[in-house]
């Protein structure tokens, strides 16, 4: 089983960047579809943004596009979320997903990342 871990949360400063990155453990990653969500306290959970098994095609969540970038590099099983002019508004767990692809559903999960913007 594909299992996902995520690293590069942190603190940063408001106008801020980030790089979080989802390392995939076993030969499967290029047929997941691949997705970053974030949840803030007492929210719901979002997506950010979602990338095709070969990266060919992208999505962006509403109000996501601009400040966020997704990518993958499959020849070391990572997909990545470049996120820019960070907002206090940012700060939520930030967690990677991946979706057998033709299936629709996300059923793997990493643990998440804090990511904690201050004013």
């Known amino acids: 089983q594909m299992q996902l871990v995520e690293s590069g949360g942190g603190l940063v400063q408001a106008g801020g960047s980030l790089r979080l990155s989802c390392a995939a453990s076993?030969?499967?990653?290029?047929?997941?579809?691949m997705g970053w969500f974030r949840q803030a306290p007492g929210k719901e959970r979002e997506l950010i943004a979602s990338i095709s098994a070969n990266g060919g095609r992208i999505y962006y969540g509403e109000g996501m596009s601009g400040r966020f970038t997704i990518s993958r590099d499959n020849a070391v099983n990572t997909v990545y979320l470049q996120m820019n002019s960070l907002k206090p508004e940012d700060t939520a767990v930030y967690y990677c997903a991946g979706s057998l692809a033709g299936t629709g559903t996300y059923d793997r999960w990493g643990q998440g990342t804090q990511v904690t913007v201050s004013s």
């Open positions: 076993g030969r499967t990653f290029n047929i997941y579809e």
